[in-house]
């Protein structure tokens, strides 16, 4: 009795590993992905680093208590200094790119959530849905083993033991609920509205010029496509989460939800100017691809060249250790022999010779210096395509000079591997994180529920926990073109009253003012990035009454930094043409409506 009840356990644990098991590789590729984001992200916010973040822009710090919720924090509200912030900007890319490369992962995953949260909550006004998206990740990705693989800590790693394929935890089912929270609850949402129920959504999306793309306009042609799309959007977002829990085959049915999703967010990206929001949400689904869909891969990769690859390094020289376990791993050449050359009198005498390292291929040849690391990169399923840049004869000359620099010095060279040490990785389930990742699941759970149906939860003992949502903004609500597409649609005009008498277009460059509806290559240039089209958006929004004002003061100020005398700025208006979106077939109509009369002065 007692065998057959453990049989049925094992059995139970099996299928629990196979569901909520995620390979390592997919979460290296997840990682990798989510930082490059982060860096994209960070590069884009800091070309307006002083207009978003610093007392000198929209949103002085005196301003944002009035916008922000009990409990949002922001390192970046120290200062409102301009150098400040450049200098927290710089520290959040440093540890993006330790997450990227996957040096100590855990403590740059920490870092980068908490310079992340930060820079959110010191300007709510742009907060856009992929932002919402990627702290949510970023959040369970501090309970992840996702530099495990394809990272420094992995080459590195000293551990005697064999890394697990994969890792099952209630971090990968968090994950894995997160996920489904981000469109079901999306979904949910929607279905309140007729509009998505009925097959209009699409069209309204479209018509939204604020996000709308050439390619998005010219689908406005094909009411009855648009329709179709709009019910195979609803009906992904409710159902086409939850195939990743299905026990039976599961890798197929993961293979197919991640390549689906991917399929659907491509779309997005095409047809509305949405940001990093398809990127983002294209590599969140990388954390699902299945051990199956790598192993095939990698077996399709490999060739007679990658499997005769052989390294031979210095055993002398721990900076030639670290750069040939580094290089390997970067270049994605897992199971390449790294040999020490003094074990091979041949090899070591070639060694000497040359002074470099000797990279052997699979038909005995031997490569040195600066070609060699041509033919290993030659090798490598990503950077293959650097092969010809490498091989142009001053980067050579200039590549084999370095090379030469670097093994005559190897000493000064080895100082700058010093901060990389070799230390064991074991990848084993913890306990305590399993617990407090299942503890914030649960209450992430609730907050999405109270989104759905703020009704259920109006008790006192709910509204005490509130402040700890904030704190770790695990506050949820997925509510992206829901519970239907905007229709405030329109645009601003911005005259301005100089010293000298004359009026300009503040929004339009100083242009004479325009009242004419904008190309979307003028809105484009008008909306640099999705923070400025989020701000605008929510300068039409309720919360627009409490940035208009410092909105026209950051217009004077600009405005007058950069002109003299009678050129300065006396006052403008701000205006705005609303362009509601109608039905089919209707005819729209433009209201201009008075936002702001602000004095310069």
């Avoid at 610093?54 to 200062?79: C, M, Q």
């Avoid at 092969?387 to 084999?400: C, D, E, F, M, S």
């Avoid at 080895?414 to 299942?438: C, E, M, Q, W, Y």
């Amino acid at each position: 009795m007692d065998t057959q009840q453990e049989k049925i356990k094992t059995s139970w644990e099996k299928i629990l590993d196979t569901v909520i098991g995620l390979d390592l590789r997919s979460l290296a590729a997840f990682r990798i992905g989510i930082a490059i984001i982060i860096l994209v992200d960070l590069f884009t916010r800091f070309q307006d680093i002083t207009a978003h973040y610093t007392d000198y822009g929209v949103l002085p710090r005196n301003f944002l208590s009035e916008i922000a919720k009990t409990g949002y924090w922001s390192l970046h509200a120290i200062s409102g200094e301009p150098i400040f912030e450049v200098i927290l900007f710089i520290i959040a890319a440093f540890f993006a790119l330790q997450m990227l490369v996957g040096y100590r992962t855990r403590v740059a995953t920490i870092a980068s959530w908490i310079l992340l949260v930060s820079m959110h909550n010191r300007n709510p006004a742009l907060i856009f849905a992929a932002d919402d998206v990627l702290r949510a990740l970023m959040f369970w990705g501090m309970f992840l083993p996702w530099g495990a693989r394809y990272s420094l800590d992995s080459a590195l790693n000293t551990s005697p033991r064999q890394s697990p394929i994969t890792y099952a935890s209630g971090a990968t089912f968090a994950l894995m609920c997160q996920q489904c929270f981000i469109y079901i609850f999306s979904a949910a949402i929607k279905s309140k509205s007729e509009i998505w129920t009925t097959g209009e959504a699409v069209y309204y999306a479209l018509s939204y010029d604020q996000y709308v793309t050439p390619l998005g306009q010219f689908l406005l042609n094909f009411q009855p496509i648009l329709n179709i799309f709009t019910q195979i959007t609803l009906v992904l977002e409710w159902i086409g989460p939850l195939v990743i829990f299905i026990p039976w085959k599961n890798h197929i049915f993961k293979t197919i939800a991640v390549f689906t999703f991917i399929s659907l967010h491509a779309g997005f990206g095409l047809t509305l100017n949405i940001g990093i929001f398809p990127f983002l949400s294209s590599f969140s689904w990388l954390a699902f691809l299945p051990s199956e869909f790598w192993d095939g891969l990698e077996k399709r990769l490999q060739n007679p060249a990658k499997q005769g690859l052989t390294i031979y390094f210095d055993a002398d020289c721990g900076f030639c250790k670290k750069v040939v376990h580094i290089l390997r791993t970067l270049l994605i050449l897992p199971g390449t022999p790294l040999l020490m050359a003094q074990d091979h009198p041949d090899v070591y005498e070639d060694m000497q010779k040359h002074n470099s390292w000797v990279i052997q291929d699979y038909q005995g040849n031997r490569h040195f210096k600066f070609k060699g690391i041509i033919y290993v990169v030659s090798l490598s399923p990503i950077f293959k395509f650097l092969v010809p840049v490498l091989k142009w004869q001053p980067i050579l000359n200039a590549g084999t000079k370095f090379y030469e620099a670097v093994a005559n010095n190897r000493r000064v060279a080895g100082n700058f591997t010093k901060p990389f040490k070799f230390h064991p990785l074991d990848v084993k389930r913890s306990k305590t994180l399993t617990i407090l990742a299942l503890v914030c699941l649960m209450y992430a759970t609730i907050w999405n529920i109270q989104s759905y149906s703020p009704d259920l939860f109006k008790r006192k003992i709910w509204h005490r926990t509130e402040i700890m949502g904030r704190m770790t903004r695990l506050d949820q609500s997925w509510s992206i073109f829901a519970p239907s597409p905007p229709r405030d649609d329109g645009w601003h005009v911005i005259p301005g009253k100089l010293e000298n008498g004359n009026e300009v277009d503040i929004f339009r460059f100083g242009n004479t003012v325009n009242w004419d509806k904008p190309s979307l290559g003028v809105r484009s240039a008008i909306y640099r990035n999705m923070q400025w089209r989020t701000f605008f958006i929510n300068l039409n929004r309720a919360i627009g009454k409490k940035l208009y004002p410092t909105y026209g003061n950051y217009l004077c100020r600009n405005w007058n930094n950069k002109h003299q005398g009678g050129e300065k700025l006396k006052e403008l208006d701000v205006y705005f043409m609303d362009e509601r979106t109608v039905p089919p077939g209707e005819i729209q109509t433009v209201e201009k409506k008075l936002k702001l009369e602000h004095s310069c002065n």
